[in-house]
DNA sequence: CCGACAACCTGTGAGC
DNA sequence: TGCTCACAGGTTGTCG
């Protein structure tokens, strides 16, 4: 479900319900994620206050009046989703923990559980998971074409796994790559060592095109992904080559190809993509 | 160091 | 209608 724009959409959507309230205590009901969580994290948080709910890459981080460092990480992994609901709402099936307020909770649910929400007391940035990330593309200014043309020296992977690899840029996943080499015209299969720099210059434009109305759009649904308040992420309307193949391609109406790279489906049109 | 691949887990939709 | 199978938005670890 979820990469950098409906991580994003999902932190804007909750953040205000949270920041401010002191939490009661979490409430887990299967610990058994990615990680396993905490079995000391309702009583690590509780009677903290929110100071905020930051995001690095596809993690939400829980900042806290205490302890001074870190707080709580989450990730959503491929099926996980946060909603804040009136604290007396029964709970559904894969829905594995709470994190308790006056009068509401923050429910984590995640049928596939390869999400993780873990404890933290260092510094969010030093956290083991978060330590090698790369740069942020909407907001660091570290992300740039010669950065990419950089990264991919002595690499030989195709181009399309080089940009969802989180060490040279956070938050691109598997839609959003086939879609910003579709806006940059870059087969999806080609060596990125075998591309030249001004056309990297153009990628990473175009991935912070592509993110910046995703977001803007409130993420892209395909099946399951919704906001907070239920309503779905309209971005999918606007997928040029993701899930359509066989569909004419919007620029040149040949039919867009899938194809797996890197274990991954992938979509792209052969004639306007080199 | 690099790259390929399996693994983690459940739900869903296509095809028969 | 009901069954089976392939596949799904992510990430890590292992192996050659």
């Given at each position: 479900m979820p990469e950098l724009p409906e991580v994003e959409t999902t932190r804007r959507g909750i953040a205000p319900h949270l920041v401010?309230?002191?939490?009661?205590?979490?409430?887990?009901?299967?610990?058994?994620?990615?990680?396993?969580?905490?079995?000391?994290?309702?009583?690590q948080l509780t009677g903290r206050h929110v100071l905020g709910l930051e995001r690095r890459a596809k993690y939400l981080l829980l900042r806290l009046d205490q302890p001074r460092e870190g707080g709580v990480i989450l990730h959503l992994g491929m099926s996980g989703s946060l909603r804040?609901?009136?604290?007396?709402?029964?709970?559904?099936?894969?829905?594995?923990l709470d994190l308790r307020f006056n009068d509401?909770?923050?429910?984590?649910?995640?049928?596939?559980?390869?999400?993780?929400?873990?404890?933290?007391?260092?510094?969010?940035?030093?956290?083991?998971?978060?330590?090698?990330?790369?740069p942020e593309?909407?907001?660091s200014g570290e992300f740039t074409g010669a950065r990419l043309h950089k990264a991919a020296i002595g690499r030989r992977v195709a181009v399309k796994n080089l940009i969802m690899d989180n060490r040279v840029v956070v938050g691109v996943g598997n839609i959003y790559a086939s879609e910003s080499l579709f806006l940059a015209r870059i087969?999806?299969?080609?060596?990125?060592n075998r591309i030249a720099a001004h056309?990297?210059?153009?990628?990473?434009?175009c991935i912070r095109s592509v993110l910046t109305k995703a977001i803007e759009a409130g993420g892209t649904t395909l099946r399951d992904f919704h906001h907070e308040d239920?309503?779905?992420?309209?971005?999918?309307?606007?997928?040029?080559?993701?899930?359509?193949?066989?569909?004419?391609?919007?620029?040149c109406g040949e039919p867009i190809r899938s194809q797996v790279i890197g274990q991954r489906s992938s979509f792209f049109c052969v004639h306007c993509q080199r």
């Amino acid at each position: 479900m979820p990469e950098l724009p409906e991580v994003e959409t999902t932190r804007r959507g909750i953040a205000p319900h949270l920041v401010g309230e002191m939490l009661l205590g979490a409430t887990v009901r299967q610990a058994g994620l990615r990680q396993r969580v905490p079995d000391a994290l309702s009583q690590q948080l509780t009677g903290r206050h929110v100071l905020g709910l930051e995001r690095r890459a596809k993690y939400l981080l829980l900042r806290l009046d205490q302890p001074r460092e870190g707080g709580v990480i989450l990730h959503l992994g491929m099926s996980g989703s946060l909603r804040i609901l009136p604290a007396d709402t029964p709970p559904g099936p894969h829905d594995h923990l709470d994190l308790r307020f006056n009068d509401r909770v923050l429910r984590y649910r995640d049928p596939r559980r390869f999400g993780l929400v873990l404890w933290t007391e260092q510094p969010f940035a030093e956290h083991p998971l978060l330590r090698h990330l790369g740069p942020e593309p909407l907001t660091s200014g570290e992300f740039t074409g010669a950065r990419l043309h950089k990264a991919a020296i002595g690499r030989r992977v195709a181009v399309k796994n080089l940009i969802m690899d989180n060490r040279v840029v956070v938050g691109v996943g598997n839609i959003y790559a086939s879609e910003s080499l579709f806006l940059a015209r870059i087969d999806p299969r080609r060596a990125c060592n075998r591309i030249a720099a001004h056309r990297y210059e153009t990628l990473a434009i175009c991935i912070r095109s592509v993110l910046t109305k995703a977001i803007e759009a409130g993420g892209t649904t395909l099946r399951d992904f919704h906001h907070e308040d239920g309503k779905p992420g309209y971005f999918s309307q606007q997928l040029n080559v993701y899930n359509r193949a066989g569909e004419p391609c919007p620029c040149c109406g040949e039919p867009i190809r899938s194809q797996v790279i890197g274990q991954r489906s992938s979509f792209f049109c052969v004639h306007c993509q080199r």
